[in-house]
């Protein structure tokens, strides 16, 4: 777990050797802390350097470890061991020193990092706070300011940056381990007082107050309801008023809450689900690491339409070449334009420069002839995709891969009209595509292994969370909206009001309600889908009888709203009014709560008080049981893509791990009866059934979420 080794006959040697990320596991705490008495206890040893194995230094704390007690040597005794030691040692920093790892170098009493290096404090990010001294050295050595930014955002920084603030003292584009044996021979004999950050004073603004009210007030906006970033001020605070031996305290006192609050599980959960979500799998027994990717040096978007730009967008950036395709002139002219805006704007955020040569537009399908994967993002109309695909399979060379932008049609159908159903698969993206980080990876029954591991590593590639799903109406993430969206509309005809719902979800933690969202997203969309399910539009009977459509209830209001030409901000009126169309400060409209309430007086329907947990329960509740069907259809292969899914497509607030991870933590037993109850209470509403696997999952015990893929048995796994 950590190689010993004299080099150059004085220097101690000291390799952390636990891959891939070198973690401070248990034995890793234990070899440093014998290898540090090694090297202290010899006298042939004058300084010593800490290195990692593979070229990565130390990816922080073992996190699995924290699901359960500690075992092994604590980690801080270790450290403070390091910085007290009478030799120098040098922490020689490659790949990544994040968290624990930071720590560690941080008492070292000099930091040589190679070039390419990262660093930073990510404790945040899972719900936790540099709790071995992190927050307490940091601001003593770079100040608070830069401290206060770096801890409560966990952001990673690079070797120049740390460099720049005083967090390294060399960057080398060399091997950092010899620079930093050449650096500890040199050091020897040096007084190591002042090296030793512990001992330093923090460098103390006079405006502190100040700015840590300006901190708290901004995490408190940017992350509603999430305890960590506040923590993490608390503890800087502590670093700027208290001696250190004080600090330390206040961070192991802050530290034990955040542990015992529920969002730290919540946010590790979240950190290992991203990575299981690549595990692929397929019914054939192809899986992530068994099938090989195509490598996609070119590839076509077919429509530039909102998605199709955004697409463009994400494929360009990643050095591949795109040719971008539209039915007419103005549409490609404008298209081009707003692309070549988009990739400037990005390369300028990120300082590089636009790859603009990647790029050709045409209005001719014929130029798709040597591309290496097509991805088909016209308008949602299955006869019109269809018509492409067809076009498509004629003209692309045979081994072109054939992959469709649809937010929800059958895409083994799209694949039966090619002559190539092997090579079809969808890539849904979420708007706007090159911001989003989901993808889902659609797998049809024909879709062969190379072509969803070509798409789950392109989207990889693209900087995308990739999770594959089956091929169902919506997929996963939006037929788990359907019902979701029902039960908001169902409260609003009960007696609640947009406001009501919004602030609800809000507190939750979602960063907007469901209303506020469809505002955003526009409410045409929904309202055109609607009618193409022969929901809504002329030829609907809608009286006949009223608020039931096809054997269900149903909720005209969003037909009502559209009705209206209220299609949310972009013309300035929705569920909320707004100044002028294009503005996002969302107001009641007293025309709104006017059409509910004649709504409702039509109807008969006599408005109750809603409560808050009413409204939570209904619209989660129904979400995560609409994941169960999916869970129990293998349209999903776990419940952690689920939740996957919702963190990164449609923003669920991460300190609650995603719905399924949110309901196995209410209790899924109260989740059941929950359901039952408002299943009683609306027996017209097959989504408030309580799903076989809830009820199955009760019955065993509630296994916690980790375990309920043991107990899903698929007649037919799509994954
Ligand atoms: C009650 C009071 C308790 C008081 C305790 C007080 C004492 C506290 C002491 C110390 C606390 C320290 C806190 C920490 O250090 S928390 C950890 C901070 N570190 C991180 O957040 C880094 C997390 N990792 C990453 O960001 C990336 O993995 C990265 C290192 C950048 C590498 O990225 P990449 O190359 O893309 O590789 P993957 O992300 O796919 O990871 C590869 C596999 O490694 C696993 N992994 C990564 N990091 C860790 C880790 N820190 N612990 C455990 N496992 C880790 C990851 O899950 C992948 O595994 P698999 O291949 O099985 O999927």
């Known amino acids: 777990m950590a190689r010993y080794e004299l080099v150059k006959r004085s220097v101690a040697l000291i390799t952390l050797t636990n891959p891939p990320v070198n973690a401070l596991s248990s034995p890793v705490r234990h070899a440093i802390a014998k290898s540090m008495e090694r090297a202290l206890s010899d006298p042939k040893v004058t300084a010593v350097v800490i290195c990692g194995e593979n070229g990565r230094f130390c990816g922080g704390a073992d996190i699995r470890e924290f699901a359960g007690p500690l075992r092994g040597p604590p980690l801080i005794p270790v450290l403070d061991a390091i910085e007290a030691g009478r030799k120098p040692v040098v922490a020689a920093i490659e790949g990544v020193a994040l968290g624990g790892g930071f720590e560690l170098a941080l008492v070292c009493h000099y930091r040589i990092a190679h070039s390419k290096a990262r660093l930073g404090l990510p404790e945040v990010t899972l719900g936790i706070l540099p709790a071995a001294g992190g927050s307490q050295r940091l601001p003593r050595l770079i100040g608070i300011p830069a401290a206060l930014e770096l801890i409560t955002t966990g952001r990673h920084i690079s070797a120049q940056e740390a460099l720049k603030l005083g967090i390294v003292d060399q960057v080398t584009d060399q091997n950092a381990c010899e620079m930093a044996v050449e ?150 002219e404008n298209g081009r334009q707003m692309v ?84 079809v698969a969808g890539m849904h993206f979420f708007s706007p595509a090159h911001v989003m980080k989901l993808l889902e990876v659609v797998c049809g029954p024909r879709s062969s292994s190379e072509t969803i591991a070509t798409a789950m590593s392109l989207g990889k590639k693209m900087g995308k969370v990739s999770v594959a799903v089956g091929n169902c109406p919506g997929f996963v993430g939006n037929r788990m909206l359907k019902p979701y969206l029902d039960q908001a509309t169902f409260l609003l005809e009960e007696g609640a009001t947009p406001e009501q719902i919004d602030k609800a979800l809000e507190d939750f933690g979602f960063a907007m309600g469901v209303f506020r969202m469809s505002d955003l997203a526009g409410l045409d969309v ?140 209410v209790g899924l037993e109260r989740v059941l009866e929950r359901l039952e109850y408002y299943h009683q209470a609306h027996p017209d509403v097959p989504h408030l059934e309580p799903s076989a696997l809830l009820k199955k999952l009760v019955a065993c015990g509630s296994p916690p979420v980790q375990k309920w893929r043991e107990y899903i048995k698929t007649m037919h796994s799509h994954l």
């Not at 995560?624 to 069907?629: L, P, Q, S, T």
Request: charged share 25%; glycine share 8%.
């Open 526 to 665: 929904g309202w055109r889908v609607r009618k193409e399910s022969g929901l809504t539009g002329p030829d609907v009977d809608s009286k006949n009888p009223p608020r039931r459509r096809q054997g269900h209830r149903y909720c005209p209001i969003p037909d009502m709203v559209c009705e209206q030409g209220r299609f949310g901000q972009k013309t300035g009126r929705g569920w909320y009014m707004y100044d002028k169309p294009g503005d996002t400060n969302a107001k009641p409209d007293p025309l709104i709560q006017n059409l509910l309430e004649t709504y409702r007086s039509r109807y008969g329907i006599q408005p109750r008080n809603i409560s808050d947990q009413e409204i939570i329960e209904r619209c989660l509740f129904v979400l995560a049981n609409e994941g169960f069907r999916i869970l129990e259809d293998g349209m999903a292969a776990r419940p952690e893509d689920i939740d996957v899914i919702y963190l990164f497509g449609y923003a669920f607030p991460r300190h609650r791990g995603g719905p399924m991870f949110y309901v196995s933590m």
């Open 183 to 332: 650096f500890a021979l040199k050091s020897v004999g040096k007084p190591l007082s002042s090296r030793r950050v512990s001992m330093l004073t923090t460098p103390c603004p006079p405006d502190l107050d100040a700015l840590l009210e300006a901190a708290t007030m901004q995490v408190k906006k940017k992350a509603r309801g999430v305890m960590a970033p506040l923590a993490c001020i608390q503890a800087v605070r502590a670093a700027a008023t208290m001696p250190f031996s004080k600090g330390m305290k206040r961070e192991s006192e802050l530290m034990t809450t955040l542990f015992n609050s529920g969002q730290a599980q919540a946010f590790q959960y979240c950190f290992f689900a991203q990575r299981t979500a690549g595990k692929w799998t397929l019914p054939s027994g192809a899986q992530w690491n068994n099938s090989k990717p195509r490598e996609i040096r070119s590839a076509a978007v077919i429509g530039l339409g909102t998605m199709g730009r955004g697409i463009v967008v994400s494929l360009a950036r990643v050095g591949i070449s795109v040719i971008a395709v539209e039915s007419e002139k103005k549409l490609l």
């Open 340 to 423: 070549i805006g988009m990739l400037e704007r990005d390369a300028k955020r990120r300082g590089v420069s636009a790859s603009l040569n990647l790029l050709n537009f045409t209005l001719s399908l014929q130029d798709l002839k040597d591309v290496d994967l097509v991805i088909e993002a016209v308008f949602e109309d299955m006869a019109l995709k269809k018509r492409v695909f067809q076009e498509l399979s004629k003209v692309c060379r045979p081994t072109t891969l054939l992959c469709t932008n649809t937010s929800g049609l059958d895409v083994d159908a799209l694949a039966g009209v090619t002559n190539r159903p092997h090579l």
